[in-house]
C-alpha cells in the first residue's frame, strides 16, 4: 500500500508539471492557431540551457539560473513567432505551413542540442534532497517541491488570464480574432507573447523534471507527445481542461506503473485519449473549435 | 470627419470596391445601401481597417488613415461594430464590455461609459454575470453596439445592426442608433434597405456592385458646410 502511494503522488506530481507543458501548447493553439510541433524540443532545450546554467559551465545557484532561464526562454518564444511563423501567416494554408516549419524547427533544435552536449544523457541533482512524511508516508521531498511549483505556477497562469486586462486580450484573440482587433488588440502582440509564454513554461517544465528523467537530445518528444495527448483529451484551446487532463491522465499513469510497468504507460494513455474521444469528440472541457477568421 | 476618396479593394483575386468615395461630415448619421454582395461591408472594414485598401485614400480627422493598423483607428474614436457581433463567446457580457475599453482612449472612461451602456440597456445590466453565448440575437445586438460605445467613439461605423433581429427589435436598435446621433456621435450606418434607416439618417449613398450610384441628402440633414472640413 505504501509503495502504492508512493507511485499516485508520483503521479500526481508529475501530472502537476504536464499540466504546465499542456497548458502552454493549448495556449498557443487556442490564439495563433499554430500545433507547435518544435515544442518538445524546445523543452529539452530548455533543460540544457539550466543545465549549462547550474552543473553544467557557469555554477550559478538555483534562483539566478532561474533569473536567467526565464528570460531567455521568453525571447527564444518572441524570436520563432515573430521571425519564422508571422510572415507565413499572410499566405494561403498557413497553418499547415506553419505546422512544418515547427517541425523542421524541432530536428533542427533536436540536432543542434545533439552535436553541442552529445548523446549521453545529462544528470540534473536534484536540487532539495530527503523525504518528506504525508499521512505516513515517505515521499520524495523534490517532487513534493515539484508539485508546489507546478500548481503555482497553474494558479498564477489561471490569475493572469482571468484578472489582468492583458490576460483577458490573450482570452480574447483565442475566442475571436476580429472581434478582439475590433476593441483595439494588437493580435500580434499577443501572438509573440503567447509563444513566448509557452516556451518558458516548457522549458521550465524541463528544468523541473530534468534531475527525475535526466537531459537527453530526443527527451522532449515524450513530453510533448503526453502534453498533446493532454490538450486534445482537455478540449482543445481550454487551459482549465488541459489541467483537468493532465491530473487525470497523471492518475491513470500511476495506476498503470503500479500495476503493468512504466511501458504501458503511452498505450493506456493513448487508449484512455481514444475511449474519451469517442464519448466526447470536443474534449473534456472542450466546446468544440469555432473556426474564427482573421 | 470622414472622407473616403477613390478606393479599390479586392479580395484574393475579386475586385470588390470600384473607386469609391463618400464623405461624412461631423456629427452626421450617413447610411450606406445596397444589395447582399455589393461591396457595403466590405466599404465599412476598409473604412476601418480591417480589410487592407488597393488603391485610393482614406482621410478620418485630417490624417490619412491607409493601412493604419486597427488599433490605432480606434486609438483615434473610429470604432466598428460588426453585422455578425464578434463577441467574446465565453467571456462575461461584462468582461466583453470591458475589453472595448482596452485601449487608453476608452479606459479613461470606462466607468462613465459603462454606465451609460447599462442605462442604454438594462437588460445587459441584468447580465452582466453571464457569458456571451448564453445572449439572445437582440441582446447580443446590444452587446456588440454596448460594446463599441465603451471604445468611446467619435465616429461609429455600424455594420447591418438589423441583420437576424426581430421587427420590433430593430425599430429598438435604430432608434438607439438616432439617439446615439442626437447625443453628438458621427455614425456611418450599412444597412440592406433604405426603408429601413431613411427615417434616421442625414444621407444616403447607394452601393451596386461596387460602385457608389446614387447619393440622397434628407431635409433633415445637417448643413453641408459641416462636412466639408473633415
Known amino acids: 500500500m505504501e509503495q502504492f502511494f508512493a507511485v499516485l503522488f508520483g503521479g500526481i506530481a508529475q501530472a502537476a508539471v504536464y499540466s504546465i507543458i499542456a497548458v502552454g501548447l493549448s495556449l498557443v493553439y487556442g490564439t495563433a492557431r499554430t500545433l507547435n510541433f518544435a515544442y518538445g524540443g524546445l523543452y529539452t532545450t530548455g533543460a540544457y540551457i539550466s543545465w549549462v546554467l547550474t552543473v553544467g559551465y557557469l555554477g550559478l545557484p538555483l534562483w539566478l539560473a532561474v533569473l536567467l532561464l526565464i528570460p531567455i526562454l521568453f525571447f527564444i518564444g518572441v524570436a520563432i513567432e515573430r521571425f519564422m511563423l508571422r510572415p507565413l501567416r499572410r499566405g494561403k494554408n498557413w497553418k499547415v505551413t506553419a505546422m512544418m516549419v515547427t517541425l523542421g524547427l524541432a530536428f533542427v533544435l533536436d540536432n543542434a542540442n545533439l552535436i553541442l552536449f552529445g548523446a549521453v544523457a545529462k544528470p540534473m541533482p536534484a536540487f532539495i534532497d530527503g523525504t518528506v512524511s504525508i499521512f505516513g508516508v515517505a515521499v520524495s521531498a523534490y517532487r513534493l517541491a515539484v508539485l508546489i511549483i507546478a500548481l503555482l505556477i497553474v494558479a498564477a497562469l489561471e490569475l493572469f488570464l482571468n484578472r489582468t486586462r492583458f490576460g483577458w486580450a490573450v482570452r480574447a484573440v483565442a475566442q475571436d480574432i476580429q472581434g478582439a482587433r475590433q476593441v483595439g488588440i494588437d493580435v500580434n502582440r499577443i501572438f509573440s507573447f503567447t509563444f513566448g509564454l509557452s516556451v518558458v513554461l516548457t522549458g521550465c517544465a524541463g528544468l523541473l523534471l530534468s534531475p527525475i528523467f535526466l537531459i537527453s537530445p530526443q527527451g522532449g518528444w515524450e513530453p510533448f507527445l503526453k502534453a498533446f495527448v493532454i490538450v486534445v483529451l482537455g478540449g482543445l484551446g481550454s487551459t482549465r481542461g488541459a489541467v483537468a487532463a493532465a491530473f487525470f491522465l497523471g492518475l491513470v499513469e500511476a495506476a498503470v506503473v503500479y500495476e503493468l510497468g512504466a511501458s504501458w504507460t503511452m498505450p493506456v494513455w493513448l487508449v484512455t485519449l481514444l475511449l474519451v474521444l469517442m464519448i466526447r469528440p470536443q474534449g473534456l472541457l472542450g466546446r468544440g473549435q469555432t473556426e474564427a477568421a482573421g | ?230
Do not use: W
Not at chain 2, 58 to 82: Q, T
Not at chain 2, 118 to 147: I, K, V
Open chain 2, 1 to 230: 470627419m470622414l472622407s473616403v476618396r477613390h478606393i479599390d479593394v479586392f479580395y484574393d483575386d475579386l475586385h470588390i470596391l470600384h473607386g469609391v468615395s463618400l464623405e461624412v461630415g461631423k456629427g452626421e448619421l450617413v447610411g450606406v445601401v445596397g444589395a447582399n454582395g455589393h461591396g457595403k461591408s466590405t466599404l465599412l472594414k476598409a473604412v476601418c481597417g480591417l480589410v487592407p485598401v488597393a488603391a485610393g485614400d482614406i482621410v478620418y480627422a485630417g490624417e490619412s488613415i491607409r493601412g493604419k493598423p486597427v488599433s490605432h483607428l480606434v486609438a483615434r474614436g473610429l470604432v466598428y461594430v460588426a453585422e455578425d457581433r464578434r463577441l467574446f463567446p465565453d467571456m462575461t457580457v461584462r468582461e466583453n464590455l470591458l475589453l472595448g475599453a482596452y485601449l487608453d482612449r476608452g479606459r479613461r472612461l470606462e466607468q462613465d461609459s459603462l454606465k451609460r451602456v447599462f442605462d442604454l440597456y438594462p437588460r445587459l445590466a441584468e447580465r452582466e454575470a453571464q457569458l456571451a453565448r448564453t445572449l439572445s440575437g437582440g441582446e447580443a445586438q446590444m452587446l456588440a453596439l454596448g460594446r463599441g460605445l465603451m471604445s468611446a467613439p467619435v465616429l461609429l461605423a455600424i455594420d447591418e445592426p438589423s441583420l437576424g433581429l426581430a421587427p420590433k427589435l430593430v425599430d429598438t436598435m435604430l432608434e438607439t442608433i438616432a439617439e446615439l446621433k442626437r447625443a453628438g456621435t458621427t455614425i456611418l450606418l450599412v444597412e440592406q434597405s433604405l426603408g429601413l434607416i431613411d427615417g434616421i439618417v442625414d444621407r444616403v449613398y447607394r452601393l451596386e456592385e461596387g460602385i457608389i450610384v446614387d447619393e440622397t441628402v434628407f431635409a433633415s440633414a445637417v448643413k453641408p458646410a459641416a462636412h466639408v472640413k473633415g
